[in-house]
């Protein structure tokens, strides 16, 4: 009776084999060093960043547009913010799209939806970074600006 292959390999032959199996694992993308891409917060993320950025948030309502477009209600998450420079809570809106196809679709139905909570057009302010955009009647004061768009930017990843 002959011995099964493997128990007549010597020493060589297995490490050799060994080290064959190493390159196929290493071929076949099973070990990554690099970390992945990282994709847009959902609004908990979001929040979490406003308030790491000096930010308060509050009576944050689901669905809140500030307009009556149903579209970007399904979007659409209103809050009350303050925080650094900005004393007075202020109402923002944030609207949170699937993906950039979506962003884009969508994006002038901001501007037009703002027109229904915005009094003074030039105080008008909003931050984006696909696929999110934030606006709201202003002015908003800079520290609290640069906040809310550090935290958006943070937030979108690579933009969905």
Known sequence: MSQPALRRAGAPQIAALAALLAVVLVACG???TSPPAPTPADFAGIAALLLRNGL???RIVSGEAGCDDLDLGRTAIAL???GLDQTTPTRIYMYIFRNR???ERMRPAVDACARSYVTDPAAF????SSPFVVAGAGPWAPEFRAAVR???VEAAGTGG
């Not at 302010?125 to 984006?128: A, F, G, M, Q």
Request: overall charge negative; aromatic content about 6%; proline content about 0%.
């Open 125 to 128: 302010e909003s931050v984006e």
């Open 101 to 103: 196809a979506s962003f």
């Open 150 to 152: 550090d935290a958006i």
């Open 30 to 32: 099973t070990v990554s």
């Open 56 to 58: 308060h948030v509050d």
């Open 80 to 82: 009350d913010a303050a």
